[in-house]
């Protein structure tokens, strides 16, 4: 198995790691059980993601893909945000191997369920905004 | 370039010098066919039953017993597959085998349940050792043959081979093992461990990639897995591979001659290794500590993924391997770190540390110094090491 430099760099230097301490937003998906999880912070000031933050624990593509989704949604506003798509994530790094096409759709996910977590913080019912994240099952993580 | 730390010798290891040397002249000069009858030729089968008779030397078989093969994985399939076909002619239908082994004995078995055949697979328990009486308790009237590996090849566990290869004989049931890991390594007798079919692989003890061999106690006669020429007594054709056979021959020789002196160094160095790589708080190793492989160490850190660990570990120039999932190209944790009982989320993060005779103590320094460095990143940067200390705190 072959990643990408893009990944590669991104996994050797990745953008964004760490916490918000006093975030707008926190979502958090996988499960240890999978290999994956990602969690992401968002602070958001008149509608624009400020700052961003992620943990992950996982494999190099998912350190990767957290890495380049926070870069994407940085500076953007919510409904951008809102537009990322793990394609896009994958595109970005130059593709994925087809086992870790996962870990983009993780990526796309924890960045959603931040900005469901930040309506959720203000009294916003985030579904009919965010949709449904679906939960990783056993085994089954992702796709 | 960076130097490198080569320290993953259960997945291969480098071709000796020695070894490389003595199969040069079978590329160049000596280029014949060994069933050839005109002098470049027949000059090719000479050191090839030389390296034949080295390889029963070392294991106190006759060279007789002795069969090439294209490596480890041919020769598992020859015997299991050989052994039950044989043995379904009388009605045994039913082979007993390890959670543990590798894949090439595993999905062996598995075919062969396609075909109709019963699998027992016996548990490894928490150290990764099959115990006698659980194979004993298994055993039917109907089993044709039993196949456990000398000692696994990610944990490095030593199986009680003698003990299991006894029952096996005082119940008329024949006895394989995988030793691809073990020859070499672990001396062997097949004689006075009563073992009827053993087999080895040239690239795991410093011989060239594509051999191996497969003992075949005398008196056996399997069916064959490769049917053509007559080449090893008609047994397994195809054209030798004759620089790679007397490769085999020397690596074996040295494999067998320094193995006291080897691994009392390999010992010493594996459990400074161990005791180091312990410090690291919530870390454990895998498999028995003592019944283990000279060069093992297969340990788990929690709270961390085994691949992103290597990965990080080779920048640092230092490879390795890990039982995790992402590196096989599957989601599921490696099945061996599952077999001891090991809880998914620890078995993903786990780390095998293989020495070879190549490897110094300075490398063992550099690996204590980089590991707790890259583990402790990792972990600052995992939610779930989070979740972990979070509930220690609670």
Request: aromatic share 4%; hydrophobic share 40%.
């Amino acid at each position: 198995m072959l990643y990408s430099e893009k990944v590669m760099d991104h996994f050797a230097n990745p953008r964004n790691v760490g916490e918000i301490a006093d975030a707008d937003g926190v979502g958090e998906v996988g499960n240890s059980k999978c290999g994956d999880i990602m969690r992401m912070y968002l602070k958001v000031e008149n509608d624009v993601i400020t700052d961003v933050k992620f943990k992950t624990f996982g494999c190099g593509a998912a350190i990767a893909t957290s890495s380049m989704a926070t870069e994407m949604v940085k500076g953007k506003t919510i409904s951008e945000a809102l537009k990322l798509t793990n394609r896009a994530v994958m595109e970005a790094l130059d593709g994925l191997p087809p086992v870790k096409v996962h870990c983009s759709v993780l990526a796309e996910q924890a960045i959603k369920a931040a900005v469901a977590d930040y309506y959720t913080r203000r009294g916003i019912d985030p579904t009919p905004i965010v949709g449904k994240i679906p939960e990783c099952e056993e085994g089954h993580c992702g796709v | 370039m960076k130097r490198v730390i080569y320290v993953d010798n259960a997945a291969t290891t480098p071709v000796s010098p020695a070894v490389l040397e003595a199969m040069l002249p079978f590329y160049k000069e000596i280029y014949g066919n060994p069933s050839s009858i005109y002098s470049v030729g027949r000059k090719a089968k000479a050191p090839m039953e030389d390296a034949r008779t080295k390889i029963a030397r070392c294991l106190n078989a006759q060279a007789n017993e002795i069969y090439f093969t294209s490596g480890g994985s041919e020769a598992d399939n020859w015997a299991i597959k050989g052994a039950a076909h044989l043995m379904a002619q009388k009605g045994k239908k039913h082979l007993i085998t390890t959670a543990f082994e590798h894949h090439a004995v595993l999905h062996t078995m598995q075919a062969l349940e396609k075909e109709g055949f019963l699998v027992t697979y016996l548990p490894v328990h928490e150290n990764g050792i099959v115990r006698p009486e659980e194979l004993e308790s298994a055993i039917r009237s109907d089993t044709a043959l039993v196949s456990i590996m000398y000692a696994n090849n990610e944990i490095g566990t030593i199986q009680p081979i003698p003990e299991l290869a006894e029952i096996c004989r005082k119940h008329g049931v024949l006895f394989h093992t995988d030793a691809v890991q073990a020859v070499g390594n672990v001396p062997i007798d097949v004689k006075a461990q009563q073992i009827d079919m053993l087999s080895l692989s040239g690239h795991k003890l410093h011989a060239p990639k594509g051999v191996g061999a497969l003992y075949i106690r005398q008196g056996l006669v399997l069916p064959n897995l490769i049917d053509g020429g007559a080449q090893e007594r008609n047994r397994r054709a195809g054209t030798e591979n004759v620089a790679g056979i007397v490769g085999l021959g020397v690596a074996i020789e040295e494999a067998c001659a320094g193995m006291e002196e080897r691994n009392r160094r390999l010992c010493a160095m594996r459990d400074r290794l161990i005791e180091g790589a312990l410090q690291i708080p919530r870390s454990r190793l895998n498999g028995d500590r003592q019944q283990r492989l000279p060069g093992n160490v297969s340990l788990c850190f929690e709270g961390i993924e085994g691949e992103s660990l290597l990965l990080m570990l080779d920048m640092k120039g230092i490879c390795a391997s890990s039982g995790s999932a992402c590196t096989s190209g599957s989601l599921d944790p490696s099945h061996v770190l599952l077999a001891i009982g090991l809880p998914h989320e620890i078995a993903h993060g786990s780390l095998r540390i293989s020495l070879g005779s190549q490897n110094t103590e300075e490398e063992i320094d550099q690996i204590l110094e980089e590991l707790p460095k890259v583990v402790s990143y990792l972990r600052s940067m995992s939610p779930l090491w989070d979740h972990i200390t979070k509930n220690d705190r609670n």
